[in-house]
């Protein structure tokens, strides 16, 4: 890819250029769950400036690239990518969820001009919590190690086996749509705090909570662009050469 056009796929952009995910994180564009959109089309969606977008794009493309900022996954083995996610977007999961849900109960406690937005919030973040929760163990306890077996099947190390369920896409298939239920409910929190918009009389720990939800989205729109866009299609892509030969 040489140059950025309405028809070029968002994902297509991040992956060659991963400098480029703080521009459409920062528009507001989609580039994980909804990555295989043209950038008119994602732009249009999120209600940002194309020539703007494109702009920004642009000059982070030809910013020269900072060491250790912005690592080129596609050229990781699928081991190596999936135990990156495990110790950073996993790892930062586990941690991070039950803290929200405490700074909710706290904030909810002690604002109650705000309770039923807060509530509603956390109706969206319970059930996100809920499914993350199960998502991670799925990934953790089936795919990922099976991930990692086929990583040493590619290389010889071992015969190839197929997977329980006949084949690695049909668990992507159910990743997928679970990251898909993760996007609906950021996107839900974002507009039930109309972006997080402090309200006048917020306390430090309600500024907090909204900056706790603002890293979470961020760490998890990461998390799923490295999965959607690089890693489940190159297990696919490996299953299907290992299986042919």
Not at 29 to 46: E, I, K, S
Not at 61 to 84: F, I, K, Q, Y
Not at 148 to 156: C, F, I, P, V
Request: with cysteine; proline share 6%; net charge negative.
């Amino acid at each position: 890819m040489t140059r950025i056009t309405p028809d070029t796929v968002v994902r297509d952009i991040v992956v060659a250029w991963p400098q480029t995910r703080q521009v459409l994180e920062r528009h507001g564009v989609d580039y994980c769950c909804n990555g295989q959109m043209a950038l008119r089309a994602a732009t249009d969606r999120a209600g940002a400036d194309y020539d703007q977008v494109v702009a920004d794009l642009g000059q982070a493309m030809a910013a020269p690239p900072v060491p250790g900022a912005s690592r080129d996954w596609t050229r990781a083995g699928l081991a190596e990518l999936a135990d990156h996610i495990l110790d950073t977007h996993h790892v930062f999961m586990h941690r991070e969820m039950p803290r929200i849900s405490r700074l909710l109960e706290t904030v909810m406690a002690a604002h109650r001009p705000h309770a039923e937005m807060l509530a509603a919030v956390q109706g969206v973040f319970a059930s996100l919590r809920a499914e993350i929760e199960m998502h991670l163990m799925k990934e953790e306890q089936i795919l990922f190690p099976y991930l990692k077996e086929l990583d040493r099947m590619a290389s010889g190390r071992t015969p190839f086996v197929p997977m329980h369920c006949g084949s690695v896409a049909n668990p992507i298939g159910q990743m997928e749509h679970e990251h898909d239920n993760a996007g609906e409910a950021l996107a839900a929190m974002r507009r039930l705090t109309s972006n997080y918009t402090l309200p006048a009389d917020a306390c430090p720990t309600f500024a907090e909570l909204y900056e706790s939800l603002k890293r979470l989205e961020a760490d998890l729109h990461e998390h799923i662009h490295l999965e959607n866009n690089i890693l489940f299609p190159r297990a696919v892509q490996v299953e299907a050469s290992v299986a042919s030969k």
